[in-house]
């Protein structure tokens, strides 16, 4: 356990995408220029995409992807005409993200960096963060979420896809109570153990609390909210939601 998780994440995501994963396969010409007449949906969680209005105009906006490389989301925004930087620390998310750019034509600021360290960004910086499902791979939350309050505007807006804890308590068949929750591998050798022994790279469940509240720790206003499920499995078939999305403001 003494290897740094951020290091097995960003090579677990790596091979994840060599082996075909959904969330790093990027969009293809067609989409693009499809987004460019208008025509476009991102996800935040794996079902439901995120409602227009929660973006509000998007041409010439400073946008951050924040956990958001794989060529799905920027490209997008792009075609919109925003201004889009990627952080991403999987090298392979970012290749993915710069090539699509290179294909389509446009420019986009890509960094391979750890979104639990301090932004690279001064403050007030961008109008809109977009951050997918993956602080399910932080131990600690509530710092990212004060580091994008720092670096968005006033005004701005935080966009998260956000994992409720429920898909940790499960076994494979997602029928049986397995793990107690918190879900921590760093805090328990049987659970990092079997993380890597699955190769689910090493993730943690986080509260309400930690992930809502931390927002508003942070300073944000929330505004809006929508639950989603895995989109397959035992759980999604029960339509039990997994996931949830929110949209906050500074």
């Known amino acids: 356990m003494s290897e740094g998780y951020q290091k097995i994440n960003a090579e677990?995501?790596?091979?994840?995408?060599?082996?075909?994963?959904?969330?790093?396969?990027?969009?293809?010409?067609?989409?693009?220029?499809?987004?460019?007449?208008?025509?476009?949906?991102?996800?935040?969680?794996?079902?439901?995409?995120?409602?227009?209005?929660?973006?509000?105009?998007?041409?010439?906006?400073?946008?951050?992807?924040?956990?958001?490389?794989?060529?799905?989301?920027?490209?997008?925004?792009?075609?919109?005409?925003a201004k889009c930087t990627l952080l991403d620390y999987s090298h392979t998310q970012c290749e993915s993200e710069r090539m699509v750019a290179e294909r389509e034509g446009y420019e986009v600021k890509i960094i391979e960096?750890?979104?639990?360290?301090?932004?690279?960004?001064?403050?007030?910086?961008?109008?809109?963060?977009?951050?997918?499902?993956?602080?399910?791979?932080?131990?600690?939350?509530?710092?990212?979420?004060?580091?994008?309050?720092?670096?968005?505007?006033?005004?701005?807006?935080?966009?998260?896809?956000?994992?409720?804890?429920?898909?940790?308590?499960?076994?494979?068949?997602?029928?049986?109570?397995?793990?107690?929750?918190?879900?921590?591998?760093?805090k328990d050798k049987k659970i990092y153990e079997y993380s890597i022994k699955n190769d689910w790279g090493i993730q943690f469940s986080h509260t309400l609390e930690e992930q809502i509240g931390g927002q508003l720790e942070a300073g944000f206003i929330l505004t809006n909210i929508y639950e989603d499920t895995n989109g397959e499995g035992n759980l999604h078939e029960y339509n039990v939601p997994t996931f949830f999305a929110t949209r906050a403001i500074k």
Not at 32 to 37: G, L, N, V
Request: aromatic share 14%; glycine share 10%.
């Open 12 to 81: 677990s995501v790596d091979r994840w995408c060599a082996e075909g994963w959904e969330w790093g396969e990027p969009i293809t010409h067609e989409t693009f220029k499809k987004a460019e007449r208008g025509e476009w949906g991102v996800y935040l969680t794996p079902t439901k995409y995120v409602p227009h209005e929660w973006f509000g105009e998007l041409k010439d906006k400073n946008i951050l992807g924040l956990a958001s490389g794989g060529g799905q989301q920027i490209p997008v925004f792009s075609a919109l005409g």
């Open 113 to 186: 960096g750890d979104m639990t360290k301090p932004l690279p960004f001064s403050d007030e910086t961008f109008d809109l963060i977009f951050h997918p499902v993956s602080n399910c791979y932080v131990e600690e939350v509530k710092p990212i979420f004060k580091e994008c309050y720092r670096v968005l505007k006033k005004g701005g807006i935080l966009l998260c896809g956000l994992d409720n804890g429920m898909n940790y308590i499960f076994d494979e068949t997602e029928t049986k109570l397995q793990h107690k929750l918190p879900f921590n591998p760093m």
